[in-house]
């Protein structure tokens, strides 16, 4: 049996399409929403087995690693999230690379010698490496539409992984990565009529147009934070809607709260949130350090966040953003 691990967003289903047409491959499965990171414990691997594990925090899934290492299993693992110290083994291949301007599906593209550069493009765009994609697609000669389609496609895709659970999603991850890995090119896809292009394209449309009428919760210079109420559209939207408002301001931190009444503590009447961080675009760095500081947060340089922040450890979120970006 082989697994292939792979988060559920546009970067981790695009590196396993790239993967996956140049090295056709029967396999198991095996995503989740987005923030559903520690896939490797849900791995029972046999004597026999091969895991690649794409897009998802070496670091968060150490233990696990280390165990699938140590029962002889080989492993292919390309990453570009906190990885912690990369355990030396025979049985590892990995390919982890921490730079704020980079993705997993750009890594792969650069293992695979450019062989599906459009679709590494696509994820680019929708990880929100926007300046990165731009640059990429100009040397690839694309024109200003080609461009536009591919970070509409990006976007998409990333859009469908946001959620607290699969029910939150229009595709589960793994299938929405067998309904796109039969194109060859992003441009197919959108072609396609019967692909999920148009599904996906007007539920983002309708979900959007209700996240911008949301107003500011707090605004100062260096940060700007918006509360969402608890909807399946806010938790779709929270991720991608953050990456539009770090777009508009470069200079500055978004983030962007989703409350979650489900783990509201009645008692001490507090609420918690589902909270999606990004650093201002000019100084992607200290997101994933920020998050980290909090018991469910994680994440990278640019881009992180936190599943279950009490409204009681706001204050002493939105103090470390703004002693972060102002210093």
Same mark, same amino acid.
């Given at each position: ?5 792979? %988060?559920?967003? +546009? ?24 923030? !559903? ?9 046999? +004597? ?14 150490? /233990? ?13 693992? =390309? ?8 355990? #030396? ?68 895709? %990333? ?8 029910? !939150? ?12 890995? $039969? ?19 007007? /539920? ?6 209700? =996240?911008? +009428? ?17 909807? /399946? ?20 931190? &978004? +983030? ?6 489900? $783990? ?6 507090? #609420? ?7 650093? *201002?675009?000019?100084?992607?760095? @200290? ?11 994680? @994440?990278? /340089? =640019? ?6 922040? *009490? ?5 002493? &979120?939105? %103090? ?5 970006? =102002?210093?």
């Amino acid at each position: 049996m082989h697994y292939d691990v792979f %988060n559920g967003d +546009a970067d981790g289903i695009i590196s396993l399409i790239q993967l996956r047409l140049s090295e056709p491959k029967d396999s198991q499965l095996i995503t989740g929403v987005k923030r !559903d990171i520690q896939l490797l414990e849900n791995l029972n691997v046999e +004597a026999s087995d091969s895991v690649t594990v794409l897009d998802i925090s070496m670091e968060k899934n150490s /233990a696990a690693l280390r165990h699938i290492l140590e029962k002889g299993n080989p492993v292919f693992y =390309a990453d570009h999230h906190r990885s912690g110290a990369i355990p #030396k083994h025979k049985n590892l291949q990995a390919l982890i690379d921490l730079d704020a301007n980079t993705c997993t599906a750009l890594i792969i593209d650069n293992y695979l010698e450019g062989q599906y550069h459009a679709w590494a493009i696509c994820a680019a765009y929708g990880d929100n490496m926007i300046a990165t994609a731009e640059q990429l697609a100009n040397t690839t000669g694309y024109n200003e539409v080609q461009k536009k389609q591919l970070k509409e496609l990006g976007t998409l895709i %990333n859009y469908n992984g946001y959620g607290s659970n699969l029910s !939150d999603l229009h595709f589960h991850p793994a299938t929405l990565y067998q309904l796109l890995s $039969k194109y060859e090119s992003p441009f197919d896809v959108i072609d396609d009529a019967q692909s999920p292009f148009k599904q996906l394209q007007m /539920a983002y449309q309708a979900d959007f147009a209700l =996240a911008l +009428a949301i107003p500011y919760q707090y605004r100062s210079e260096y940060l700007s934070v918006f509360e969402l109420p608890d909807a /399946a559209w806010s938790r779709r939207i929270s991720g991608v809607y953050g990456n539009f408002l770090a777009n508009q301001n470069p200079n500055s931190a &978004f +983030a962007v709260l989703t409350c979650d009444t489900k $783990k509201q503590d009645l008692v001490e009447q507090t #609420k918690n949130y589902l909270v999606s961080l990004r650093a *201002p675009l000019n100084n992607k760095q @200290g997101a994933g350090d920020i998050c980290s500081q909090f018991e469910t947060g994680g @994440g990278r /340089a =640019a881009a992180a966040g936190i599943n279950c922040l *009490p409204d009681t450890k706001l204050s002493d &979120f939105i %103090n470390l953003v703004e002693e972060k970006y =102002a210093s």
